[in-house]
């Protein structure tokens, strides 16, 4: 098995958390990018198997149809400037949304106005929409 660990550095506070922490919560995050988090999800698994994605809760579906959810994958910040994070990345690992042959999934989401208002106030300084 593997996985992936999201770490972020607040120098002020001198601490380190998980990314999804710079948000208000999960969900937050999910109601921000939820719709392009499904479709995107869906392009690469019909990509990787080569055929489109069955229908969620459909009789062939053991849960690798449905779209997954922000608290079951690492959400990671990154940075096209160096100044400002501007892109999320949404990584589900193994099992979580395909089959093991599948591997890991990561996408990539630009910050837009959705996403900031998901971001906790206190960190809003550190983001910035791409555009």
């Known amino acids: 098995m593997y996985g992936l ?18 948000f208000q919560s999960p969900e937050a995050l999910e109601t921000a990018i939820g719709p392009r ?7 690469e698994r019909e990509k990787r198997r ?15 149809d ?9 959400v990671l910040v990154g940075s096209s400037t160096g100044k400002a ?14 089959s093991y042959a599948e591997g890991a999934y ?6 837009d106005a959705a996403v900031l ?5 206190e960190y809003a300084g550190a983001f910035a929409a791409k555009g």
């Open 5 to 22: 660990q999201s770490l972020v550095w607040d120098k002020a506070a001198k601490k380190s958390f998980d990314g999804v922490a710079l």
């Open 37 to 43: 988090l499904c479709a995107a999800l869906n392009k």
């Open 50 to 64: 080569g055929e489109p994605v069955g229908p969620a809760g459909g009789p062939d579906d053991i849960g690798f």
């Open 66 to 74: 449905s779209c997954q959810h922000i608290k079951d994958a690492t």
């Open 85 to 98: 994070f501007d892109r999320i990345g949404v990584w589900f690992g193994p099992y979580v949304a395909g």
């Open 106 to 111: 990561e996408l990539t989401f630009p910050v």
């Open 117 to 121: 208002k998901a971001v906790k106030p």
